[in-house]
């Protein structure tokens, strides 16, 4: 049996230059198509836009056969041909506007490639990792902030100021590590009269190593050791040396950081009298940065050989990258005056000297400051 050529059970309702089509009695949803003619019945079909529902249609265009309601009707079926002729034109328009042929051209080689249009019916290729593509599936920002910290992020910074065993954690892949020595103390001072004067020598600061590694699977800790800080010299001695700092793990060499040396006293004179400073701190094993420490201050004095008024300038503690050096510190005068150096602050820094003049009492040097190990996890 040929399929119908036209529609026309029920009735239909249309306004004057409308689009909206409402049946009774219609069964349009399974029997009508977009593309089919409404109103042949009047001579002159209308396209239908959308089948809504199997009572309402709507027209592409105005209703120009005047208004009707309830009244017979027919819409014109649009043969299977004529829509695949449609189609097939609408493909070729498609085809020869540039977008498509521009993709044909598109070289693919190598992979992790991603596909772009730069501009009307041009298109382009452009690098899309593995990585990439991980971030690009996330739903939300919250999923995408979770894939970027996911690898080869700092997550992780450990400041150790004590000798320990150091456990990495399981998500780190690599690391950065810094190890500073400990700071020297300044020197104490010791006139032995009142004709005399003596200024100490600032401490020198530690030495400082810096590498970044790979932490292999199979490394699970690294052992650390943490310099201890040079005592200020007292009753006129020279101050102490700081402690050396390091760090070693498997498959990361050790990296040190000396300490630093202690400041100077000198013989308590009733002439001019100078000091170096205590040498700064040695490093070794950084992958990227040994650095040796800063050397402390000098000291100057003279007693009243000189002049009648004496003079005593201590040596500055040297300062360090994580720290500051101990303040120095001056006596002068006539008569006894004198002042204990000052202490570093932070960590690798060294000691002030102490400072005396006019008569035998002392005066100690500050002390210098421990040293650092810090070490930064990255996933």
Partial sequence: MPTPSFYNTGTATVAALGTAVTGQGTAWLNSIRPGDLFGTHKGAGIRVLTVNSNTSLTLAYAWTGGAQTTAAYEIAITPDSARMQETTRQLLELLTNGTLSSFAGLDGTGGDKGVMLSGAGVAATFPLTAYARTLLDDANNTDARATLLATGNLHRVTAITASTTHSFATASKSCLIEVLGGGGGG????????????????????????????????????????????????????????????????????????????????????????????????????????????????????????????????????????????????????????????????????????SRVGDANTNSGGNGAPGLVIIWEFR
Avoid at 250 to 262: D, E, H, P, V
């Fill in 187 to 354: 020197a104490g001072a010791n006139p032995t009269g009142a004709t005399t004067a003596s200024a100490g020598a600032g401490g020198g600061a530690g030495g400082y190593a810096r590498g970044f590694y790979a932490i292999a699977a199979s490394t699970t800790i690294a052992n650390v050791t943490v310099g201890a800080a040079g005592s200020g010299g007292s009753a006129g001695t020279n101050g102490g040396a700081g402690g050396s700092s390091s760090c070693s793990a498997g498959g990361i060499s050790a990296l040190t950081g000396g300490g630093g040396g202690g400041g100077v006293v000198p013989q308590a004179s009733a002439v001019t009298m100078v000091r170096s400073g205590g040498t700064g701190g040695t490093a070794s094993g950084g992958a990227d940065v040994n650095a040796p420490g800063q050397s402390g201050g000098s000291s100057y004095s003279h007693g009243s050989t000189i002049n009648s008024t004496m003079n005593a300038l201590s040596g500055q503690g040297a300062a360090s990258i994580y720290g500051s050096g101990g303040d120095a510190v001056t006596a002068r005068g006539s008569s006894a005056a004198g002042s204990a150096g000052g202490a570093a602050s932070g960590y690798g820094a060294g000691g002030g000297g102490a």
